[in-house]
């Protein structure tokens, strides 16, 4: 074999070049082969083969190093990763092969870091591969799966799992440790991530207002005008969900959408007057006169003794003076509403006391008779 060495003289130094034929091994980037070159430096070989660099890239030997036969090239590409550690983003620049050995020159560094991939709407992509030597798992929704051949690309990747993304999913890149039973140390996560607006209602209790009316007796107790209704408060949140299980929930608006109806009860401050006293009874006439005084009691007549209105309150309502039957008639003496009124009476008779119940049914019967309870009156012996 002729060698032939060209001198080049440059600042007063004399550097010997080999332009001799070669073989050495070119690595570019994983892909390595075989030159047979007549270069005699690093560069010159590069630039033979149309390897373009970037003051980025990293070339071992140094470029402008003698090339010998034999050696070994190798020329890294100089690329940018967005890396999170310790929850905040960052750029860098990384020469290495793949993103298994980015993460682990990270991580012999201190900085334990996952990396990020740039999104453009559904696709995710890395201007890397992700392991050159083996498998990665993929990690959808919490869901594991493995991918045998870790060389292609991230978007190939999703593309074969048929995953796609939507603007709220996140995607991280991650190293493991590695184990004994070879499980991939490269996993891509994808997080599902849902985040809607949740609404909720909480009732708003109401109010109770006491009015009081100088009309109304104070023994009828509390009467309701205005029933009470509770309110409705609404409560909006924005919830968000990653893979399932609630991460954040931030309150949004909490306002009081239907206001509270206030209860208003009516308490009656009236006295009632004192029922008039029963009359004294009459002294024992002659049957003649006794004949006449029932048949003047038919019609309008003198007041019975109180032991007869016991007895008639007794068999028209048992007695009780709250009586309400539902079919009109109240009271002790099962008074109409009208009947009542014409007596004097407001409100409802089985509202009145008994003393003031016996007063009007007296006043009522010595009105009209005793044919105004002709059951019971016939019953007593009173017709």
Known sequence: MVTVLALAVTGGAVAVVDQARKTV???????????????????????????????????????????????????RYGRQLTIEADGKQRDLWV???????????????????????????????????????????????????VVPDGGIGLEAILEDAGVTLDGDDRIHVERRAADELGAPTVAVVVQRVEVEEVT????????TETKVDPDRYADQGTAVEQE???????????????DGAEESREKLSDEVTTEPVTEVLVKGTKERPEPEPEPEPEPARSSTSSSSSSSSGSSGGSVPTGDVWAALAQCESGG??????????????????????????????????????????QILQ??????????CAAKLGLL
Request: no cysteine; charged share 25%; glycine share 12%.
């Open 320 to 361: 009780d003076p709250t009586t309400n039957t539902g079919n009109g008639y109240y009271g002790m003496y099962q008074f109409s509403l009208s009947t009542w009124q014409s007596v004097g009476g407001t409100g409802l008779p089985s509202d009145a006391s008994a003393a003031e119940q016996t007063m009007r049914a």
């Open 95 to 145: 020469t290495a092969l793949d993103a298994d050995e980015a993460l682990r020159t990270l991580a012999e560094r201190g900085t334990e870091a996952t990396l990020v991939p740039t999104r453009s709407g559904e696709r995710a992509s890395l201007p890397l591969r992700l392991d050159a030597e083996g498998p990665v798992a993929l990690v959808v929704g919490g869901e594991e799966t």
């Open 366 to 375: 010595q009105r009209a008779g005793w044919g105004q309870w002709p059951h």
């Open 200 to 207: 909720e209602t909480a009732a708003v209790p109401f109010e």
């Open 25 to 75: 091994t070119l690595d570019v980037d994983g892909r390595t082969t075989t030159v047979t070159t007549f270069a005699g430096s690093v560069d010159g070989l590069l630039a033979a083969e149309g390897v373009r660099l970037s003051e980025r890239d990293l070339v071992v030997p140094a470029r402008d190093g003698v090339l010998r036969d034999g050696a070994e090239v190798v020329v």
């Open 228 to 242: 009470g209704k509770d309110g409705v408060r609404t409560i909006v949140h924005r919830v968000v969900t990653v």
